[in-house]
C-alpha cells in the first residue's frame, strides 16, 4: 500500500511540492541546454516523475517560467523571422493550458482550491499586527504548536510572520544578491534560480527542500559543465 501511493515517491523530500520543483528545475535545465539527446530521452521520463508526484507547484512554476522565456526569446527575435516567432507567440497559451490540463488529470477534485494557502496568508498577517519586528521565531513544528495553524506556503510571508520586518528583509537582500551573481556567473540559467523562487511562492520553507542550496551553489559557478554535461 505504501509502494502505490505518491508517498513513496516524495519522502525523501519531505514535501511532494520540493519534488516537483526539484524535477521541474531539471526539465528546465533541458530546455536550456536544447540538446535533442536529453528531450527524446531524459525529458519525457524526468516529466512523468513529475506529473506522477501529483503536486501542481513544480508544473505550474515551470510551465509559467517556459511561456515567459517563450515570450521574451520570441518578442527578441521577431523582426529577424517573424513569422516563426510570431508562430511561437501564439502557441504560448496553449502551451499553458496543455500543462495545466496534464497535472489536473492527476489531481482532478482539488486542482483549483488553494490548499488552505490563502487563509493561512490572512492569519499570518493577523499574528504579524503583535510580532511585526521579530516575529514568532523560526520552526515549522514550533509554528504550528504556538499558533495551531499550518505555516504559510510562501517564503516571504513565512519569513515575515516568523522573523518580523527585519527578517524577511535579510532575506530579500540574501536572495537579491544571489540572483545578482547568478546572473553574473550564468546568466542563461538564471530562470532556474527564477523557478525555484517562483515555487517557493506556494510551498512551506524552500530552504527546507535539500536542494536549494546545492543549486544555488552550482549556478553560482562560473564552471557549467555540471549543468551542461560533458559534450558541451
Known amino acids: ?18 519534488l516537483s520543483i526539484y524535477l521541474a528545475s531539471g526539465l528546465l535545465i533541458i530546455i536550456l541546454t536544447n540538446k535533442r539527446y536529453y528531450l527524446h530521452y531524459y525529458f519525457p521520463v524526468i516529466f512523468i516523475a513529475c506529473i ?18 517563450l515570450i521574451i526569446k520570441s518578442l527578441k527575435h521577431l523582426t529577424s ?13 496553449a502551451i499553458l493550458l496543455f500543462l495545466l490540463f496534464i497535472i489536473k488529470q492527476f489531481r482532478p477534485n482539488d486542482f483549483n482550491l488553494s490548499s488552505g494557502r490563502f487563509e493561512s496568508y490572512i492569519s499570518s498577517f493577523h499574528l504579524l499586527k503583535e510580532n511585526w519586528a521579530l516575529g514568532l521565531g523560526l520552526g515549522v513544528g514550533s509554528y504550528s504548536i504556538n499558533t495551531g495553524q499550518v505555516i504559510p506556503h510562501n517564503i516571504f510571508i513565512q519569513f515575515l510572520v516568523q522573523t518580523g520586518v527585519l527578517g524577511v528583509t535579510f532575506l530579500i537582500i540574501i536572495l537579491s544578491l544571489i540572483t545578482i551573481n547568478i546572473y553574473q556567473s550564468n546568466r542563461r540559467y538564471l530562470w532556474i534560480w527564477f523557478l525555484i523562487l517562483l515555487g ?33
Open 1 to 18: 500500500m505504501f509502494f502505490s501511493s505518491r508517498l513513496a515517491i516524495g519522502y525523501l523530500f519531505s514535501d511532494f511540492s520540493f
Open 52 to 69: 506522477i508526484t501529483s503536486a501542481r507547484t513544480g508544473i505550474v512554476a515551470l510551465a509559467i517560467i517556459y511561456v515567459v522565456i
Open 81 to 93: 523571422n517573424p513569422l516563426k516567432y510570431f508562430f511561437s507567440l501564439l502557441i504560448t497559451p
Open 200 to 232: 517557493a511562492q506556494f510551498i512551506p520553507d524552500i530552504f527546507h527542500s535539500r536542494f536549494i542550496i546545492v543549486v544555488a551553489i552550482i549556478l553560482l559557478s562560473n564552471n557549467t559543465s555540471t549543468i551542461k554535461g560533458k559534450d558541451d
